[in-house]
């Protein structure tokens, strides 16, 4: 019973989204991609091409994700590098930053990702797509990935 409420709620999560200037054209093709897929998108920002700072993109949406106000997050700056490692400066945040669909989806497989990141400068958009809807249809599959995803938590725990 808990697993089918479990794959009817990923079939339409509340995800959030952010970028840079260099990922707003991407950006708004992907928010579009999501919710064609069914999910409710929150837009964290930034809206524009004008130049911004990638932490506060990366920051807002790992806050999001952390505190439960979203299911997921997506972040995509230049190369995705810096906005999934400023999210991942936030506590209970793992964002994987992922240049094909394989390892996307082995980032919820084994990692339990809960926000996935790439950039508008390496991937083109099919690509991008590709690597959403791998994230999004991969279950976590706990066992011996439980153990080491724990372990990985623990390390925020410590000074
Ligand atoms: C912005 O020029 C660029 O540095 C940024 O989008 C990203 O690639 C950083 O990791």
């Not at 708004?28 to 932490?55: A, F, M, N, R, W």
């Not at 949406?61 to 400023?86: F, Y």
């Not at 390892?103 to 084994?110: D, F, G, P, Q, Y």
């Not at 990692?111 to 976590?140: M, P, Q, Y």
Request: with cysteine; charged share 25%.
């Amino acid at each position: 019973m808990a697993a089918i409420f479990y794959v009817k709620d990923r079939a339409k999560m509340k995800l959030g989204i952010g970028n840079d200037h260099a990922a707003y054209n991407m950006k708004l093709q992907i928010k579009e991609y999501l919710e064609s897929l069914g999910h409710e998108v929150v837009d964290y920002g930034c809206h524009s091409t004008d130049s911004v700072h990638y932490p506060e993109f990366g920051e807002k949406v790992g806050r999001a994700v952390a505190n439960g106000e979203v299911d997921g997050g997506v972040l995509i700056c230049g190369t995705g590098v810096g906005i999934s490692m400023s999210a991942n400066k936030v506590h209970g945040v793992r964002a994987a930053v992922c240049s094909e669909p394989v390892t996307a989806r082995l980032t919820k497989e084994h990692n339990n990702a809960n926000i996935i990141a790439f950039g508008e400068r390496i991937v083109g958009i099919e690509t991008a797509k590709a690597i959403c809807k791998a994230w999004l249809d991969a279950e976590f599959q706990g066992g011996r990935h439980e153990t080491r995803v724990q372990m990985m938590m623990d390390i925020e725990m410590r000074p």
